[in-house]
């Protein structure tokens, strides 16, 4: 799915998963610092365990682990994660378990383009 995250130097258009979207909530939490991520000691972080974004991973484990840190980020109150505006944050699609796709970048917008081109030639 292609959405806009904020990325180091602003928004950014990016094809996320679960797995990457993870890697780049750390990457925002940690400055942007690959190397901040590596050595990050927040072992209690529901997301420590897939900050790499690579390598096994347990797909529940990590929807799960998802969940509970969209619910940290909202002390508590899963309405108020439903609710999130942020649509920014990487996390924002898979914050309820399943694939929120409100945020989602219109994937005919470029086919739109080329059909206006061709048909103004
Ligand atoms: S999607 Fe919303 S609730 Fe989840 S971490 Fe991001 S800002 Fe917090």
Known sequence: MKV?????NGLKAVYLNRRKAV???????????YKEVTNCEFDDCDL???????????????????RNYCLWCMNGQRSEVSK?????????????????RSAEIDPTQKKQHIEAVSEAI
């Not at 806009?4 to 180091?8: D, Q």
């Not at 420590?48 to 998802?66: E, M, P, S, T, V």
């Open 84 to 100: 999130c505006a942020s649509s920014d944050c990487p996390l924002f699609p898979y914050r309820k378990g399943g694939i929120d």
């Open 48 to 66: 420590y365990l897939f900050r790499f974004g690579k390598g096994k991973q347990n797909a529940k484990a990590r929807a799960k682990a998802i």
């Open 23 to 33: 890697r780049e909530k750390c990457l925002n939490c940690a400055g942007w610092s």
């Open 4 to 8: 806009s995250i904020l990325g180091k």
